[in-house]
């Protein structure tokens, strides 16, 4: 099968499912402005697609703010008078358009530029916003990290354009270029490779880091700190590029040094590593509340919450690859809506989990084989049902629930058993394959499974991702689901183990 040329269409796709599950009593958010996205109806905008963002950022330690440009390349697909980017809580000093200086406003999370002229259909514009942030500034929702001497991003998952104006969808990749201004005592890193710096003789430096793949907004990394570089080798010599605390570096090299082995899993199981180098960034902060989540997979270069790290091999290494597996799907392979967010989360949370019981680790409930774990798991199918909806029908609320974790995880187990290890390793590298660096909906993995299988899986994924009640597990007519009961607070907790979850892994 042909991979859907550009994620318009994917998403064309994934909004129509949308609209078949409403029919079927499935809720999905009613769009205001915006693409329309099931979880996110107003994140993201119409009549042009982002092709290339070309981002430089400033860090000013003395108010410990951020001076920024954001220079946008986008193609239209229909005639403009004027566009919108997403944007909150940028201070907008100036906007261009195709070089000519462009009238602007800002509401409900949008920025509005009205050029001197129409943009015509097709034609290729280039859009010029300079601005500044606060990371610390106070903010419904923010993309910032900020830290004591700098900040870090974690835009996921409709947060990126509090750091910098965007089509905040992940159905709309593009390329990127980042050039990260630090003083000369921190070092500014971004996502990608190094590809130019350049010291400006007032005891700043300059870098400019280059992503050969498309990328997602939600996935954007920069970064300013006091770091160092931690360099070696993967496997087949792919670069691997560390970003370190200084003062916490020989804490963290034994986590660390787990990395190389653990890619060499994960190609075993999912093919080459999908871009030109990975590494690890632990925040630079003491503060264990900076943000509220383990671990967060920015494409090449993964954010990490402060000290989990230091922990001992059996502690981390399942997390570590779960974020390892995000780079296939997640970053290459991104969802075209955000209810389609199973597909990365339940991948890595499943192969995250097969990585530990192979190495005979027990999980925080004991169990030390994936079947036990997936029994457990299918016991409370109903329950996470009625409290946080199908797996692949979240809602904003709901979105980083267990359910879209190891429920989704789930699923995958049910359909390795259906159709056999063999073939189900057939499907997810060909649905890899045929998205790579693009984007895929719910739909196109039934379709790859349906297609490689030679079977049609079609109302047996559909039940499971789509029903309101546990179907029965392909091969163990002995596996029973509990009764429903009012939802704990506690127990849910216990239960969700992602990267935005408790960790139970």
Known sequence: MIALPRTRVGLAVALALSAALLSAGVPAATAVGGLGDPVFPSLGNAGY?????????????????????????????RTLASLDLDALGLDVHAVRVNGRPAAFTTHDEKLTLTPDRPLRRGAIAQVTV???ADPRARLPHTGWVPTPNGFAVA????????????????????????SVTAPDGLLGVAGGELTATEPLG????????TSRA????????????DYTVRERS?????????????????????????TADQLAWAEQHLGPFPFEAYGILPADTDDPDAFGFTGLETQTLTLYKPGFLRRPEPAIGSHMMHELVHSWFGDSVSPATWADLWLNEGHADFYGLMYRYERGWPDAFGYTTLADRMRY?????????????PVAAPTAATLFDGQRYTGGALVLFALREKVGADTFDAIEHAFLRQHRYGNATTADYLR?????????????????????????????????????TPPSATARGMAVPGDHGSGTL
Request: hydrophobic content about 35%; proline content about 9%; aromatic content about 8%.
């Open 49 to 77: 697609d982002a092709l290339a963002y070309d981002l430089s950022f400033t860090y000013r330690p003395d108010s410990r703010t951020v001076d920024a440009t954001a220079v946008i390349t986008a193609r239209t697909s």
């Open 234 to 258: 993967g496997p087949h010599g792919l670069p691997l590029r560390d970003v370190v605390p200084r003062a916490r570096a020989a804490d963290l090299e034994p986590a660390l040094a787990l």
């Open 377 to 389: 798991v299918y016991g409370l199918g109903d329950q996470w049902r009625h409290d946080a909806g």
């Open 214 to 225: 498309p990328m997602a907004t939600e996935l954007v990394q920069v970064s300013v700190g």
């Open 448 to 484: 790859t499974a349906s297609e490689v299988s030679g079977q049609d899986l079609t109302g047996f994924l559909t039940d499971w991702l789509y029903g309101r009640s546990t179907p029965p597990m392909p091969g163990h007519p002995d596996w029973k689901v509990g009764p429903v």
């Open 130 to 132: 300079a601005y500044a």
């Open 155 to 178: 835009g996921q998952p409709d947060s990126a354009h509090t750091v910098f104006p965007c089509n905040d969808h992940p159905s709309d990749k593009a390329r990127f270029t980042i």
């Open 202 to 209: 007032d005891g700043r430096t300059a870098r400019r880091y």
